[in-house]
């Protein structure tokens, strides 16, 4: 059994930062990678960021440049670093683990998510 627990969302005007944190309790031997995804009113989840148990990232073309995954295993947590955040930046943001193999395919573990705003 996982438990995921996000924060770190917020109220930020665009062009702003803000950081973003998902820790787990417990965990399951065959997971090798962990992501965020966000939510929005009228849209389907998406994937924004995806880092692997050994290091590589990938991102959603919507963010790259502007936001950064990374990872303290050592506190089983992952972070997601949110630069010069646009108003289409606003969701509920969701972390998930999962297994990567040349793309990310999510576990059913997900957290309650942490609310993102970004005024124009």
């Known amino acids: 059994q996982v438990q995921l627990v996000e924060s770190g969302g917020g109220s930020v005007q665009a062009g702003g930062s803000l950081r973003l944190s998902c820790a787990a309790f417990?965990?399951?031997?065959?997971?090798?990678?962990k992501a965020w995804y966000r939510e929005s009113p009228g849209k389907e989840r998406e994937l924004v960021a995806v880092?692997?148990?050994?290091?590589?990232?990938e991102y959603a073309e919507s963010v790259k440049g502007r936001f950064t995954v990374s990872r303290d295993s050592a506190k089983n947590t992952i972070y997601l670093q949110m630069n010069n955040v646009k108003p289409e930046d606003t969701a509920v943001y969701y972390c998930?683990?999962?297994?990567?193999?040349?793309?990310?395919?999510?576990?059913?573990?997900w957290g309650q998510g942490t609310r993102v705003t970004v005024s124009p």
């Open positions: 880092i692997t148990y050994g290091g590589r990232t």
């Open positions: 417990g965990s399951i031997a065959s997971i090798n990678a």
């Open positions: 998930n683990e999962g297994r990567y193999n040349a793309q990310y395919y999510p576990w059913g573990y």
